[in-house]
């Protein structure tokens, strides 16, 4: 029997039925076929990028809380945010995502208080030193480096004691008031410095007698707050009458904030109460239940 032949991919093969000679040409076909299929998959799939820098990603949250703090909350809040902060911290830049979400519950503190007991709006809290600022005494070489290299122009020159020079640095130090008869200097830093962690910092450097907060000597109306428990512990204290000796008269009042709830708390229990104590120094408690 004579056979016909077709040439499929340069193969001579006897003619067969026509369902079989469409397949065969499919197949031969197909390496033809997979390069456009692959093609076709590659535009529909979703084109995935990457972050740039995982760092960046990691800080929008801290962004977006020191916004908050920067913006939306009272300077009553921020200013007792960085108090707990500053004692809790041993770190000498504070954490700025620590002291927004601070800022802001204690902030949301407040308000509870002031819309149960409007009285208590004019009582404010009171700057304890002057912020960002440490009073330095030094001796020795690093004296006079600096009474001969600091003139108060210009950047902050170097003294040539490095490790002085690069806490200085680190701090963000960028003004200083010298006064050689005192053997002292005055030292302002970015507003990221911890002051506590950085006073002792600087005690530990050679050449460095004493590092000290520049304390406000006169009082004044102030609030205190500590959580525990998750519950928040205020101390309102009004002040009044020649304030700038010491005041001659004042009235705290104290309060339990438990999620929204504002109970407050009679003076001759609070005076028994840790949480209430936990919130001051120790040699300040007198002032706050007289």
Known sequence: MQLDHQFVSGRELPNRPRRFQ????WWASLPQLVPAVLSLLLVALPTVIPPANAEEASEIP???ALAAWQGGV?????MLARRIHLGESSALLVNEQRLGELAIEIDQVLENIRNRYPETAEVAARSRFRPATLLLTVEGGLFDAIAQRWNG????????????????SRLGLHAWESMPLLASVVMNFSERANLHVARQAYLDLDGVVDAELDVYLE????????SASGRWFVMMRKAWGDCPSGCLHSR???????????????????????EFRSAVPSREWPR???
């Open 288 to 290: 706050w239940i007289e």
């Open 62 to 64: 801290a962004a977006e």
């Open 219 to 226: 009082d004044g109306p102030d609030i205190a707050v500590t």
């Open 153 to 168: 122009a210009g950047r902050v020159p170097l003294t040539g004691f490095e490790e002085f020079d690069a806490l200085n």
């Open 74 to 78: 009272s300077s009553d809040a921020r």
């Open 252 to 274: 705290t009042s104290f309060f339990v904030v438990n999620h929204g709830h504002v109970e407050r708390v009679d003076g001759n229990r609070a005076e028994g109460m840790e």
């Open 22 to 25: 469409r397949g065969v040409r």
